[in-house]
């Protein structure tokens, strides 16, 4: 089998306002420990995403990247977790290793573990899901409620995916005060279009994530954390919690989505509409981006991103574009129009 390592898409810029080689064995997914004539566990009921680790191209991938080993790794570690706490430390940990391992690996840093391409956002992804297919068929021998479960998952995610280890030096080694730039991207999505798929805003995640840009104001760090292409978890306000705190201490924040092919996008304009386009748990969002209070928040914000300077800048084989493109539906029309 021949796996493509990158997606050939372009990129989008935005701004916001606010803010099957292996299949697992079921005995290795369970961890049941039933007691003496009690009857086993039922089955977990994995979610669509988690499905997916089934086909042979995810397995594929977290061979040739060495990620492989990860899943079973927080099996092992959660095996020896007697209490909450203790099962909350083990997911934090592995979650934190995992992400700091892909980063590790796309900015060249420790063996490759494999013949993937380094700059890959893949791994993470593949190994995230069999984590969290590991943590949510894990049988502890105390007791854990399914909101208890959650909890861990949740922090299994924040872990992952660099949310919760955003951090800004106030200085660098030569004394000078440091910029901080807020970067995040996305997860592979349309994954049963193309299970192969990779997405170019989570491999530039992980490509700067605290890396030093030098500019004419002096030396800035970019922290980054990559988020899930799920609904739900917008709706449930998940980039508001991770983003809160370093937004308030950011110079610069922006997020980076796939865009069209060979070019890159700056969007001059966002709007607070969900269109409906089908996510990684094959569910569709239509409607208003819900907020605390609709009434008082603009149906449009405008980038503030430097555009001008963003085109003008020299970007190689990828041009920039200011893509003033919308559709809206006028005032008291009920037809949308596409406008330039």
């Known amino acids: 089998m021949r796996l493509r390592s990158h997606t050939r898409v372009g990129l989008v810029l935005l701004t916001t306002a606010a803010l099957a080689l292996v299949v697992p ?10 007691s003496p004539g009690q009857l086993p566990p039922a089955a977990p009921a994995f979610t669509v995403e988690e499905a997916r680790l089934d086909r042979a191209v995810p397995q594929e991938i977290l061979r040739r990247s060495g990620f492989d080993t990860v899943a079973p790794g927080l099996a092992r570690a959660l095996d020896g977790a007697g209490s909450y ?23 060249g840093r420790g063996p490759a573990r494999g013949d993937l391409s380094r700059d890959d956002d893949r791994p993470l992804y ?3 899901l069999g984590m969290t297919r590991e943590l949510r068929a894990w049988q502890p021998e105390f007791p854990l ?39 995040t991207g996305f997860d592979p999505f349309t994954l049963d279009r193309d299970v192969r798929i990779s997405n170019p805003s989570g491999a530039t995640a992980l490509a700067l994530d605290g890396t030093v840009v030098t500019t004419a104001d002096g030396p800035a760090r970019i922290e980054t954390a990559v988020f899930p292409v799920r609904w739900d978890d917008f709706a449930a306000g998940t980039v508001e919690q ?42 569709s969002r239509t409607g208003l981006v819900p907020v605390s209070d609709p009434a008082s928040q603009p149906q449009w914000t405008t980038t503030s991103l430097p555009y001008g300077a963003i085109l003008a800048a020299s970007t190689g084989r990828f041009p920039v574009y200011d893509n003033t493109s919308v559709t809206e539906v006028p005032a008291g029309a009920t037809a949308p129009v596409v406008r330039p």
Do not use: C, Y
């Open 25 to 34: 064995a079921p005995s290795a997914l369970a961890h049941a420990r039933p």
């Open 85 to 107: 706490a203790a099962a909350e430390r083990v997911v934090v940990r592995q979650g934190q290793r995992l992400w700091q391992r892909a980063v590790d690996r796309v900015q």
């Open 126 to 128: 593949w190994a995230r």
């Open 145 to 183: 409620s399914d909101a208890a479960r959650t909890r861990l998952l949740g922090a299994l995610e924040r872990a992952s995916r660099g949310q919760d280890s955003m951090a800004f030096p106030g200085r660098d080694r030569h004394g000078r005060a440091v910029k901080r730039i807020v970067m």
């Open 242 to 283: 991770a983003l809160r705190g370093p937004l308030s201490r950011a110079d610069l924040f922006t997020t980076v989505s796939q865009g069209r092919v060979g070019r890159i996008d700056v969007e001059r304009f966002n709007g607070a509409w969900r269109g409906g386009f089908g996510d990684n748990e094959n569910l």
